[in-house]
């Protein structure tokens, strides 16, 4: 059996599109409501430790994000945030799931390239709805085999995934700008991981230290780098 | 080619474990703090329809009823919501969310035995975590081959679901509370579907005018008759 590679699984959200973008605005926007009771620095910790603390109840995506920041302007302002404030995030929460997807440069020439000699798998974690409207949004869709959406990505969501599409690791290759969630839990598989970093990483996206670069780990500027790097590899 | 059940998919909320009773209380509670504004009826009603409202940018789940608890709280008080109170919606947010799984009386055995002789599918809609966190709390996950998670239960969410487990719809059956969300769409596509009202339906859920009782769709009482009546048709 030839052990190169058949499938691709791409992450999304900061690799096929921009995301973590929407979050800083809104996280400006919100350092910016309770400016007049702390700075910057310690709304941004409250936010975290509350975002933190609620993670495993709440899962990601933006609604968690909103109810989370909520709970902070009340905790932070003792109860004397003006309600209208509060109506305020809940419209930023409305505008940035009907945000407009923002693919990263050359996504869709690359994909399209990529979707004609390997079997491509989205694979995002987050809100169901949010994650399929960004989907469907993005023009990308059709070049997928399939898409899964799950709450986190760890080593047994992604082993339930290859079980699933029959991929042996060996054949499977996955490229997203996470170490923790797209990389590290595919090369415990003993698949392939390709980083592409974003511009920003969220806090709790990020890894203590990255794996040595080895013939099962890549590290790229871009997506567009790709095709040349699996004639390399594949 | 054999054109008995093979395979059984089965609802989750209001069909295997109690879910639209966590909500009712939550109404209750949510009147009460908004009683000294506005009798119960025009709360409910302006809840519902900030709901639907909201429906296509939120989706399912707690998290969306928050949300939108919150903005019909501010919204009908003008504002003048104590903080207090949207500090309250969202402790309670957090206890729907951790509430106890409660299953319906004959479950585990009903399940058990079925999944001795068909192959079980749960499919769900709502939030990934939320479902998934109830789906673990069950302890019933053993007795199911696959867990579908969708946004939204339709004929075309139905065909993929089908289509990726190579299952025939006329060898498939579907149980559940809701006529709109598990037995129409099961229905569209020449598949079999089993009724089990639950004690309430959520306004959303409701149809004009059920399918007329014919040798594809079925109404029970409880989920303890399912198993004659799969010897009767299956």
């Known amino acids: 059996m030839s052990q190169s590679i058949t499938t691709i699984g791409l992450d999304a959200d900061d690799t096929l ?28 910790k409250q936010l975290f430790d509350i975002e933190m603390k609620n993670l495993n109840l709440y899962g990601y995506g933006i609604k968690s994000f909103t109810l989370s920041s909520i709970e902070t302007a009340i ?10 404030e509060i109506k305020r995030i809940i419209e ?3 505008e940035m799931l009907d945000h407009p997807v923002e693919l990263l440069g050359h996504v ?18 987050g809100d169901l709805r949010d994650q399929e409207r960004k989907i469907a949004r993005s ?20 082993a339930r995934i290859l079980q699933r599409h029959s991929i042996d690791p060996k054949q499977f290759l996955m490229v997203g700008n996470s170490l923790k ?14 980083h592409i970093p974003y511009a920003t990483t969220w806090i709790h996206e990020r890894v203590d230290s990255p794996p040595a670069p080895n013939s099962f780990f ?6 567009e780098e790709l095709p040349p790097l699996l004639e390399k590899i594949g």
Chains 1, 2 share one sequence.
């Open 108 to 125: 869709p020439s690359i994909v399209q390239q990529l979707s004609e000699s390997y079997r491509l798998i989205l694979i995002t974690k």
């Open 17 to 44: 599109w921009h995301n973590e973008n929407i979050f800083e605005t809104h996280h400006k926007i919100f350092c910016d409501i309770l400016s007049d009771y702390h700075d910057t620095k310690t709304v941004e």
């Open 181 to 194: 969630s797209d990389i590290l839990p595919v090369l415990d598989l003993g698949g392939y991981g390709v």
């Open 92 to 94: 930023r929460c409305k």
């Open 139 to 158: 023009g990308l869709a059709q070049c997928f085999e399939a898409t899964e959406i799950v709450s986190e990505k760890t080593s047994s969501s992604y």
């Open 75 to 84: 905790k932070l302002t003792e109860g004397k945030i003006d309600v209208d």
């Open 218 to 223: 890549h590290q790229l500027d871009s997506i």
